[in-house]
């Protein structure tokens, strides 16, 4: 039986089995994604492109760039180091105009509140902030020349609201970020331009499986009782920079299996 054979014979009202039978298409739409060489970025570069779009990939680390490149022939990539602002505009602003943006590149440690060093806390900054500024600006100021809009979705974190020990530097990072995509909503919305964060929790990467004693703390306090996929976050990207999601700017988006109801 088919997906809309199945929805029909459960006699669901015609709109609710057409949204949960679309495929998401981003045919004629070009997109740029930060941070997309490892884990949650290049899961969603890889969808992205599977969903139609001209797709640009960034990252500082050239072999993660190309092996995507080597497994997804028509993505481009861009080696860029966040950190060097000057850099980072000028290559960004000869990809040309760009519908969608994922500031996704971010960067943490766990330290101290007590010992974290001051170039940690630039580190932390410099990419988790202050590339989301640049990128965001150079991008959205030419949507605003094309006049045809935009969507922009900055990855932030559960940690932006919930408290966890040793990250200070890291959970301020992304408060920082969480209050910047509400005012860039107010500012770029009568350019009909969306601006929208994904919260996730921790995340099963390379990078963390095997760190997961670290954070159980959180995974008590989960109601779902588990940790978040990659999937689950490219889901909600992928979704927020879709014309499905029309009228929603300004949100943070859980993506947390209830850990932030607390």
Known sequence: MRVTETYNSLCLPVELR????????????????????KGIGRGIVKRIAECGAETFAL???????????????????????????????EEVSKIGHIDLLVNNAG?????????TPKEEIDRFYDVNVKAVFNVSQVIAKRMIEKGEGGSIVNISSILSRTAQPNTSAYSSTKGAVDNMTRCMALELGPHNIRVNSVNPTVVMTKMTEGHEHSVT???????????ADI??????????????????????LRVDGGLGVY
């Open 107 to 115: 960067v943490g440690c766990a330290f101290p509140f007590l010992d």
């Open 18 to 37: 057409y949204f949960i039978t679309m495929e998401v298409k981003l045919n004629g739409k070009r997109a740029l994604v930060t941070g997309a060489g």
């Open 217 to 227: 703390n959180l995974l008590k306090r989960t109601p779902m009782g588990r940790f």
């Open 59 to 89: 990252s500082r680390t050239q072999q993660d760039l190309d092996s995507l490149k080597a497994e997804v022939p028509n993505i481009n990539i861009i080696n860029i180091d966040l950190q060097d602002w000057d850099k980072t505009r």
């Open 231 to 252: 999937k689950d976050v490219v889901n909600a990207v992928v979704f927020l920079l879709s014309d499905e999601s029309g009228m929603i700017s300004g949100e943070s």
